[in-house]
Each structure stands twice: as C-alpha cells, then as structure tokens.
C-alpha cells in the first residue's frame, strides 16, 4: 500500500534546480512530508526515479521553454501548484571588468527575471483557490554579498526585493511569498561556477578569495538541515525572510550587522574573504 495521504490532501510541489544540492534535499524533504514533486533539471536523465516524484527538463537559459515545462507540468499536476520553490541558480566567479557581458546579462536573466516569469506562471492559480507559497531561494549574500560575484549578488539581491514586493501584495490571500536566503552550504555549487576567463583562479588575490570560499564550503552544513528549514516555513505558511544556515551566518552575523556602521560592515567582510 501506498504511503501516500488520500488524493484529496496530497500537496503538489514544483522545485527547480532538483538534481542536486539543496534542490535535491527539498525534493527529499517534500516527498518525506507527503507532497508530490515536480523536480528539474537540463538532463532529467539526472534526477532519480522514485514514487511520487515527476521528472522535468528545464533550463533558465531558455525562457518559453521555462514556461512550457511549467505550464505542461501544472497541468499534469490538476491545474495548480500548492508550492513553487524556485531554487535553480549558479555563480559565475571573476572581477567585474573580466566578465564578458553575455555572461553576465545571462545570469541575471536566468536566476531574475526567468525565475520571476515562473512565480507569475504559478501565481494566478495559487491566487483564485486562495492557498499556496511561493519560495524564491536568494542566499544571504544578499546582506553579505560575495566578492568576485557580483551578478550572483545582483540577481540575488534583485529576487529578494521582489519577491518583498510579492509579499506585501500577497497579504490576506493566502498565498505566502518566502525570500528563502540560505548561507554556506555543502554542495557541488563551487564545480559548477563559471570562471571568468582572467584575474579569477589565476590572479593572487582572486585566487586566495577563491580558496577562502571553497574553505568555507568545506565546512558548511549539510542540504538537509537547509530543506528542514524549508519545511518548516512552509507548515508556518508566512511570507518573510526565512535565513537558514550555520548560527554564525544565519543568526549572529546579520544581527551583528545591523549593530555595526556600513563601512565597518564592509571591512569585516572584506577581511572574512581575506580580500586584500
Ligand atoms: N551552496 C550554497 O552555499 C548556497 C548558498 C546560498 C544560496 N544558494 C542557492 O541555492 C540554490 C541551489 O544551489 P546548490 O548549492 O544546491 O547548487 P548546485 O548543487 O550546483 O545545484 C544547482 C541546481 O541548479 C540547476 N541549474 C543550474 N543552472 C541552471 C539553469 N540554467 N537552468 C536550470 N537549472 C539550472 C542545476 O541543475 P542541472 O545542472 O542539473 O541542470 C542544479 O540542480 C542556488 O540558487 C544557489 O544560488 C546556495
């Protein structure tokens, strides 16, 4: 026998992003709270086959194929998701003036305004049966933002104000929009990150912010505590900032921050990166 709930209490989930890392742990988690998942990838051939979990291709970089994948999966899914999490992202690593702009202008459209374009898919279903959640995974870079990746941050910090925006709009709907902002976590991000082509892993400096990063990756709590974390934003079902992550990053230092000047701020992370 199944040990799904009955038809009618099953939850239905949409999580990009889901053939590793954190969007693997979500997808685990969700299934592991009764929801049936839609997971994507480039290549589903990537994401394991398991019950109550549907394989789909998507890929950022390629916007009307973003919505078909989405509009086809909702309908698959009844016609409504009860939970989007948008979770897909990569950094492309490199002093600003060594990245090449199509490089750049791709990563914005890829992890802002295609990941907007989904939450305004899922949005009007979500709206008209008054129940749902929105979870758009930023990172605290968005308080903290990472040397040497600055359209990271900037797509970061982009999707964290809308998705605020999203929230004040949503009150009394019943549908949660969730800045969901996530610090290290121990994943295989760093092997995926694009190098820009100069002044990045081969420069000094670069080169010793690089192994500062990937130091403090090595380190960092694992996915699942992260999609625990998720899981419970979800069962409290209110929009806001949800920070998830070591207590150092997640806890002390943004209150730490708000205590300390801007410039004070800047030189302490500054020497966190060893950016000298
Ligand atoms: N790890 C961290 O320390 C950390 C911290 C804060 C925030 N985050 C955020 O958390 C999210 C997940 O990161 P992660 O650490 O789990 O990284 P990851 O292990 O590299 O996973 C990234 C996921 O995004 C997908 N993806 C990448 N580019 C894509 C594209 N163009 N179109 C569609 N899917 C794409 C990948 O799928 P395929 O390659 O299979 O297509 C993969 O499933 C990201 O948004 C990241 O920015 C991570």
């Given at each position: 026998?199944?040990?799904?709930?009955?038809?009618?209490?099953?939850?239905?989930?949409?999580?990009?992003?889901?053939?590793?890392?954190?969007?693997?742990?979500?997808?685990?988690?969700?299934?592991?709270?009764?929801?049936?998942?839609?997971?994507?990838?480039?290549?589903?051939?990537?994401?394991?086959?398991?019950?109550?979990?549907?394989?789909?291709?998507?890929?950022l970089a390629?916007?009307?194929?973003?919505?078909?994948?989405?509009?086809?999966?909702?309908?698959?899914?009844?016609?409504?998701?009860?939970?989007?999490?948008?979770?897909?992202?990569y950094g492309v690593f490199g002093p600003v003036e060594t990245q090449p702009f199509s490089v750049w202008s791709a990563q914005i459209d890829a992890m802002?305004?295609?990941?907007?374009?989904?939450?305004?898919?899922?949005?009007?279903?979500?709206?008209?049966?008054?129940?749902?959640?929105?979870?758009?995974?930023?990172?605290?870079?968005?308080?903290?933002?990472?040397?040497g990746m600055s359209g990271y941050?900037a797509s970061?910090?982009?999707?964290?104000?809308?998705?605020?925006?999203?929230?004040?709009?949503?009150?009394?709907?019943?549908?949660?929009?969730?800045?969901?902002?996530?610090?290290?976590?121990?994943?295989?991000?760093?092997?995926a990150v694009v190098q820009a082509p100069e002044g990045s892993?081969?420069?000094?400096?670069?080169?010793?912010?690089?192994?500062?990063?990937?130091?403090?990756?090595?380190?960092?709590?694992?996915?699942?505590?992260?999609?625990?974390?998720?899981?419970?934003?979800?069962?409290?079902?209110?929009?806001?900032?949800?920070?998830?992550?070591?207590?150092?990053?997640?806890?002390?230092?943004?209150?730490?921050?708000?205590?300390?000047?801007?410039?004070?701020?800047?030189?302490?992370?500054?020497?966190?990166?060893?950016?000298?």
């Amino acid at each position: 026998m199944s040990s799904f709930p009955p038809a009618t209490l099953i939850r239905r989930a949409f999580v990009t992003g889901a053939s590793g890392g954190i969007g693997a742990a979500f997808v685990d988690a969700l299934l592991g709270d009764g929801y049936e998942v839609w997971g994507t990838a480039r290549d589903p051939a990537r994401l394991p086959a398991r019950p109550g979990f549907h394989a789909v291709a998507l890929d950022l970089a390629d916007g009307a194929g973003t919505k078909r994948a989405f509009l086809a999966a909702q309908v698959e899914a009844g016609g409504a998701f009860d939970v989007l999490v948008n979770n897909a992202g990569y950094g492309v690593f490199g002093p600003v003036e060594t990245q090449p702009f199509s490089v750049w202008s791709a990563q914005i459209d890829a992890m802002f305004t295609q990941t907007v374009r989904l939450a305004l898919l899922a949005l009007p279903e979500m709206r008209s049966r008054g129940r749902g959640a929105i979870v758009n995974v930023t990172s605290l870079a968005v308080e903290f933002p990472i040397p040497g990746m600055s359209g990271y941050n900037a797509s970061k910090a982009g999707l964290s104000a809308w998705t605020l925006s999203l929230a004040y709009e949503l009150e009394g709907s019943g549908v949660a929009a969730i800045d969901f902002r996530p610090g290290d976590v121990r994943t295989p991000f760093n092997t995926a990150v694009v190098q820009a082509p100069e002044g990045s892993r081969g420069g000094e400096r670069w080169g010793r912010v690089w192994r500062r990063f990937e130091a403090m990756h090595d380190v960092a709590p694992v996915p699942e505590l992260i999609a625990a974390d998720l899981v419970r934003a979800l069962r409290r079902g209110r929009s806001g900032v949800v920070r998830s992550g070591s207590f150092f990053q997640a806890r002390l230092a943004p209150l730490l921050a708000r205590l300390g000047s801007a410039r004070l701020n800047q030189a302490v992370q500054a020497r966190y990166f060893d950016l000298r």
